[in-house]
């Protein structure tokens, strides 16, 4: 696709929300889609009423890392961070972007199929794979076995 500014072809795709059901899809190229995102737009409103711009006082681009030096709107531009302090610095506008992304700000990931389950668990699977080597280191084999398919029972839940 062609950028509607350029001849150039197009990498970003910008759906701005105008009000109620109204969207309008924009086409652009890295070039101009930094005009379109640094420069004020004649004649547009925001979105909501009250939504500024994300950028900090006085400073195009947004708030600044300390650390590292990237803008908010670079990040949101190239979707990496320059360093971990970032999710610090940007915290205020990371949080409701992480929420319409993920539903949430928090992380609930899996849990492994073979992670125990408690604490004591835990331990008692500690002590038994200590228990296997030197029962291998040993020969005893038989033993080891029987140790071997109590960590699986562990392991699986």
């Known amino acids: 696709m062609k950028c509607q500014r350029c001849p150039k072809q197009a990498t970003l795709h910008i759906t701005e929300v105008l009000g109620d ?22 004649g547009k409103k925001p979105a909501k ?3 500024a711009p994300v950028e900090a006082a006085g400073e195009p681009g947004g708030a600044r890392c300390p650390a590292c030096g990237i803008t908010f709107v670079e990040f949101r531009n190239h979707g990496r961070f320059g360093c ?32 125990p389950r408690t604490a004591t668990a ?11 080597q030197v ?12 140790v071997r398919d109590r960590i699986k029972e562990l392991e699986l839940g």
Not at 89 to 106: E, Q
Not at 122 to 132: D, K
């Open 21 to 42: 059901e109204r969207f309008e899809e924009v086409h652009l190229c890295e070039d101009c889609a930094k005009k379109y995102l640094y420069e004020p737009q004649v």
């Open 49 to 51: 009423p009250g939504v």
């Open 84 to 115: 971990g302090h970032d999710y610090d610095a940007f915290k205020p506008d990371l949080l409701p972007l992480m929420d319409s992304v993920h539903g949430d700000t928090r992380h609930a990931g899996k849990i492994p199929r073979r992670a």
């Open 122 to 132: 835990q331990a008692e699977l500690g002590q038994l794979r200590q228990r296997l």
């Open 135 to 146: 029962l291998v280191e040993e020969e005893k084999y038989e033993e080891a076995a029987r």
